[in-house]
């Protein structure tokens, strides 16, 4: 009969003796330990890390243990499923043999995959970047196709502007005041304006007086204005 509490307890002693710095147990009934796992730098430096967690159940390992991805860095979701998968994998195949070793060893070869993938990924994000300014720059060049939709919505919008142009300007002007009148046009309008120079005057106080006195005697002169002779100057020039 199989001792699993006892092939248990054997393989923890030497997945702590393997890992020493990235083991940590975190529970002795049922046992559970988590196990960080760091791929080798790639070529710019980065990494990319996993933290395992993994209990035993009470027929480990004749049946798989219990695993879950505890926490990542620079993992994409893709990338943790893929993990779960492998694990899944790796599991089945070696039920009956204590297996956390090799589960964990797929994993950081897992890992280190995914390194060299992200200059591909770098490379193909670049790539990627730069077709889609190559098709800005033809757009910009060549400019839109005109088809019967996309000009009758550009008319709809067009015509939009311009009302809303000329209610723009129309309440410009209401508010500014009057619209700007000729000489002429406010003549027309305002029949007031033919006594405004006199009103002007007398609110002024520039009424004009006439000496009535200068014009007594002008009905004693004797004007022949019929006759040719006749000089208005030469009668200035008689009294001299």
């Known amino acids: 009969m199989t001792d699993y509490a006892e092939e248990q307890r054997n393989e923890l002693e030497a997945i702590e003796s393997i890992y020493p710095d990235s083991f940590t147990v975190l529970s002795d009934d049922p046992t559970s330990f988590t196990i960080t796992v760091t791929s080798d730098a790639g070529e710019n430096g980065e990494i990319v890390e996993a933290t395992l967690k993994f209990t035993y159940i009470e027929k480990y390992p004749d049946e798989p243990p219990l695993w879950e991805i505890h926490s990542q860095e620079n993992l994409e979701d893709s990338d943790v499923e893929d993990i779960l998968t492998l694990l899944q994998q790796q599991a089945e195949e070696n039920l009956g043999m204590v297996m956390i070793f090799t589960l964990v060893t797929a994993v950081q070869e897992k890992l280190n995959e995914i390194v060299d993938l992200m200059k591909n990924r770098r490379e193909e994000e670049k ?26 919505l550009w008319k709809a919008r067009f ?3 311009v009302t809303e142009l000329r209610k723009r300007r129309q309440k410009e002007e209401e508010q ?3 619209l700007k ?7 027309e309008t ?15 106080g520039n009424n004009v007086e006439v000496d009535e006195s200068l014009f007594q005697d002008i009905e004693d002169l004797d004007l022949d204005e019929d006759d040719p002779d006749f000089d208005p100057l030469e009668m200035g020039s008689d009294e001299d």
């Open 127 to 152: 790539r990627r970047k730069e077709e889609e300014a190559e098709e800005a720059e033809k757009v910009l060049f060549q400019g839109t196709v005109v088809t019967i939709e996309n000009f009758l």
């Open 159 to 161: 015509e939009l502007e």
């Open 176 to 178: 500014g005041g009057k």
């Open 181 to 187: 009148l000729t000489g002429k046009q406010l003549f």
């Open 190 to 204: 305002d029949h007031n304006l033919d006594t405004s120079d006199i009103q002007f005057l007398e609110e002024a």
